[in-house]
């Protein structure tokens, strides 16, 4: 039996403003529920990143979907965590601006995977679904000057990899991509909405909707 329509929309575990844009953007009637999680203290052990993705997913959803809700309330928790993969090194968001500089160099001239995992969960029922999607970018060379610039900016905060795939395509950096763009912004939508639609009924309903109901 399919779980029941949550009745109190979505609540988006995160504190990304840009996350909450794809959502919004998509369609969907979204909310943001902050949860204080410093996965940075973290160790991810012996599993894949993109197990390592979906259960950090998975603990943000988990910690919002416990904090306190109105009474009765049904609504379905979505949290997501974007981790970039490079050279079989794990990178994250950067510390400060050195930190920013030296990831964008290492990404520099090379390909990288971008992975987000996803945790949905229904808090009327506990019932979760969980998967994760993987991207491919490469960035060409960026002229040191451009790197410069883009680092006293501070644009880089927040940000897995220490940048924005669109802002930095917008700025002329060469990069390519292969999968869902949302993906390396932190939500892939592609796959986000196919599992609400499918596993939820629940289908874009404001001004960005572009995609047909199920």
């Avoid at 501070?154 to 990069?175: D, H, M, S, T």
């Avoid at 991509?177 to 309903?205: F, H, N, Q």
Wanted: charged share 20%.
């Amino acid at each position: 039996m399919s779980p029941r329509t949550p009745t109190s929309g979505l609540l988006l575990a995160s504190r990304s403003p840009r996350r909450l844009l794809l959502l919004r953007e998509a369609g969907y009637h979204a909310d943001t529920i902050a949860t204080f999680i410093d996965d940075g203290q973290l160790v991810p052990g012996q599993v894949t990143v993109a197990q390592w993705a979906a259960a950090l997913a998975h603990l943000k959803a988990t910690a919002a979907a416990r904090k306190s809700i109105t009474p009765g309330a049904d609504a379905l928790i979505i949290g997501a965590d974007t981790i970039v993969e490079c050279d079989g090194r794990i990178i994250g968001q950067p510390r400060n601006a050195g930190h920013a500089r030296q990831i964008i160099l290492d990404l520099a001239d090379r390909g990288h995977d971008v992975i987000t995992g996803v945790s949905i969960i229904h808090t009327g029922t506990g019932r979760e679904d969980l998967f994760a999607d993987l991207a491919r970018v490469r960035v060409g060379r960026v002229p040191a000057d451009e790197i410069d610039a883009y680092v006293a900016s501070g644009e880089w905060r927040g940000k897995a990899g220490a940048y924005n795939l669109v802002e930095r395509i917008e700025a002329g950096w060469p990069i390519e991509y292969e999968g869902d763009a949302g993906t390396i912004m932190g939500l892939p939508m592609k796959r986000l909405a196919s599992c609400l639609a499918s596993r939820w009924g629940i289908v874009p309903t404001g001004p960005g909707n572009d995609q047909p109901a199920p």
